[in-house]
């Protein structure tokens, strides 16, 4: 029992913090360097530990972050979390100047992966994934809705079962005094009572558009200072990687170049912010005088340095220079064909107030759902683009952001 309760308090983050610390920085450096036990710290011990500190801190909190979203297997962000702050560390104490062996940082670096990963699997056992639902009104369907969770069907006020929470639609008429009393009593013993759309929304990273009405709108307007920050933001951003970046450009600028002997960019008007033209800024993926249709799989359209550059979202790019006039962000809504965002307004309820924030080079639907085509497809993305838009914060950014870095590597959803 009370080696379970240590594995059970691993789940809250000053825990896992505290024993990362001990472990990944603390004792790995009595074990390497004895010596400052009786030296006392100096300017190199001290260095070294606050820059695996910072490490530790920054992956784990990174992570914890990551977690509280929905549809998350947080063991894929483990590689690119750490890589990503791994290098940024480095690059730091690199550019200080400061005293820094590499041994211990590659040592407590290593450890800290290898206890990454075990905290992961210990709340993933510990993790209570079961949900019990009324079935009454519009929580009737809720496993249909959300096959993701595993759900307990309540057909009478008697729980014994421990489930994560209750969920009801408790706006239905038919939600009786018996069903009431039993949610207040359920909530007095400290079980989450959920209403239906909340959980959905929660669980899927989407908000239903064909349920929604006029005055739901007003819930998703963006923070306009957070709207400053992000730009400030991305334009950071990109001034950092620009070295990087330049370097990828003029390669693909070759390629494609050395391939057909063609023009290296590409030019398309879109729909933007407010629902304003803007002119995107792309590398050309396919052979030109192509159509200006919907891209399928195994588009014949598509040149072969094109579909390795599609593949990577290097043909991205050059859109950092609508980024930098401020027509679009890093991150947020795709910006849709003007054709097509005319036929689709037709079709997709509220489609137009997608364009309340800057269209992104990536975005939660991007990175959810890959590119889409139809309008069903189209109105799933517009239910991940409300989510973003009512959530909207530099923690979803950060999300966004790690999960992009994974679907440059395993190329989800291009076409």
């Known amino acids: ?61 990174t992570l914890n972050l990551i977690r509280q979203f929905p549809g998350i297997n947080s063991t894929s962000y483990i590689l690119p979390v750490f890589i990503f702050w791994f290098i940024v560390v480095f690059a730091l104490a690199e550019v200080t100047y400061f005293p820094f062996y590499l041994i211990y940082y590659s040592i407590s670096s290593m450890c800290l992966l ?44 008697t729980l014994d079962q421990n489930v994560k929470g209750i969920v009801a639609d408790l706006h239905s008429h038919d939600l009786t005094d018996d069903w009431q009393e039993f949610i207040a009593h359920k909530t007095l013993q400290g079980i989450p009572v959920y209403h239906h759309r909340h959980i959905r929304e929660s669980l899927t990273g989407r908000v239903k558009i064909n349920h929604m009405y006029e005055n ?9 200072n957070y709207m400053l920050v992000k730009y400030s933001l991305d334009f950071l951003i990109i001034l950092v990687l620009l070295p990087a970046t330049l370097i990828i450009c003029l390669f693909t600028a070759i390629a494609i170049k050395l391939e057909d002997n063609g ?49 990577t979202r290097v043909d991205e790019l ?55 085509t139809g ?25 966004i952001f790690f999960r992009t870095i994974h679907t440059t590597f395993t190329g989800f959803g291009s076409r």
């Open 375 to 399: 309008a069903e497809e189209t109105k799933l993305k517009i239910e991940y683009d409300f989510y973003y838009i009512k959530h909207i914060s530099f923690t979803l950014d950060l999300l």
């Open 318 to 372: 050059p859109q950092f220079l609508n980024v930098i006039k401020g027509e679009m962000s890093l991150i947020g809504p795709r910006a849709e064909f003007i054709d097509f965002a005319l036929k689709l307004e037709q079709q997709v309820p509220f489609f137009n107030y997608r364009h309340i924030v800057k269209p992104g080079i990536s975005g939660w639907a991007q990175v959810n759902q890959g590119y889409a």
């Open 216 to 224: 739901d709108l007003g819930s998703l307007l963006p923070c306009e």
């Open 1 to 61: 029992m009370f080696n379970k309760r240590i594995l059970v308090s691993l789940k809250f983050l000053p825990v896992q913090i505290f024993v990362g610390l001990l472990l990944c920085n603390w004792i790995p450096y009595i074990f390497l360097d004895w010596g400052y036990l009786a030296q006392g710290f100096n300017k190199t011990s001290t260095f070294n530990i606050l820059a695996s500190g910072m490490l530790t801190l920054l992956t784990l909190f």
């Open 114 to 157: 290898s206890y990454i990963f075990i905290v992961n699997i210990i709340n993933r056992y510990y993790k209570v994934q079961t949900l019990a639902y009324i079935p009454i009104g519009r929580a009737v369907d809720m496993p249909v809705q959300v096959p993701s969770a595993e759900w307990l069907k309540l057909d009478t006020t």
């Open 263 to 311: 023009k290296v960019f590409y030019t398309q008007l879109r729909v933007g912010h407010r629902g304003k033209t803007i002119k995107v800024y792309k590398f050309r993926s396919m052979h030109e005088k192509s159509k200006e249709v919907l891209t399928v799989d195994n588009d014949d359209r598509i040149t072969k340095v094109g579909r390795f550059i599609r593949k």
